[in-house]
């Protein structure tokens, strides 16, 4: 099945830093990857969606200032979260749809924990 | 507005016995439904899609229903393990080609 990397699992940043998460495809090309924030004991929330040579397509309220994403290339996005803030501490996941977007299922990476102090 | 319920509180049973977890939605007229397991620290890893015109779908241990009439899904793990408690999550299509989840129920199987 699909595999798809995130990097890094877990950041510890001082308030005010700028953290990069990136999200990689391992085995197949996907032109479109979502992002997802999770607190503790709540549902995923889509952030964004990200596609591959165009702009990101936000979620209400999220600030596209804030959480900067790149998709720069049919195997990799990045989500940049610029001056981070203590309540930007969350839990957050990328996903991507199995064969270029054809399947319905998604694929999730490992999630990547963010602290900010 | 759209609204995907899931128990919120957690489901315990023994082990051996069926485990019956479920997923009610409002405003909703989905294709399909999927569910999700999750562990803690971890990404959701797809187990079981089922399509508007299906009944039900097996997949070994798990059996997954679909009632588009009542609006609701159920989610059976038979002869559950320790190994199965995990945060299950349903998922349904919003439009846009996007998928949006539930709050997840947390399955706990006791020896």
């Known amino acids: 099945g699909a595999v798809v990397s995130q990097h890094p699992s877990r950041v510890i940043c001082k308030s005010g830093t700028s953290v990069k998460i990136e999200c990689r495809s391992l085995?197949?090309?996907?032109?479109?990857m979502f992002w997802y924030r999770q607190f503790p004991k709540q549902s995923l929330m889509l952030m964004a969606t990200?596609?591959?040579?165009?702009?990101?397509?936000?979620e209400q309220g999220v600030e596209k200032d804030k959480f900067l994403i790149n998709h720069a290339s049919l195997t990799l996005s990045t989500l940049t979260v610029t001056s981070a803030h203590p309540e930007d501490s969350s839990f957050y996941i990328c996903?991507?749809?199995?064969?270029?977007?054809?399947?319905?299922?998604?694929?999730f990476g490992s999630g990547t924990q963010l602290s900010v102090l | 507005s759209q609204k995907i319920e899931q128990n919120s509180e957690a489901l315990n049973i023994q082990e051996g016995k069926t485990a019956t977890l479920t997923c009610n939605y409002t405003?909703?007229?989905?294709?399909?439904l999927q569910w999700y397991r999750q562990d803690p620290g971890r990404g959701p890893v797809f187990l079981l899609l089922?399509?508007?015109?299906?009944k039900e779908k097996r997949k070994e241990r798990l059996k997954v229903t679909f009632d588009t009439t009542l609006k609701q899904s159920l989610f059976h793990i038979t002869a559950s393990q320790p190994a199965d408690s995990a945060t299950y999550l349903c998922a349904l299509e919003g439009g846009g080609n996007k998928l949006t989840f539930g709050t997840g129920t947390q399955l706990k199987v006791e020896l």
């Open positions: 990200s596609n591959e040579g165009s702009k990101a397509t936000y």
């Open positions: 089922i399509r508007e015109n299906e």
């Open positions: 085995d197949f090309q996907a032109t479109t």
């Open positions: 405003n909703y007229s989905p294709a399909y």
């Open positions: 996903s991507a749809r199995d064969f270029e977007g054809a399947g319905e299922k998604l694929f």
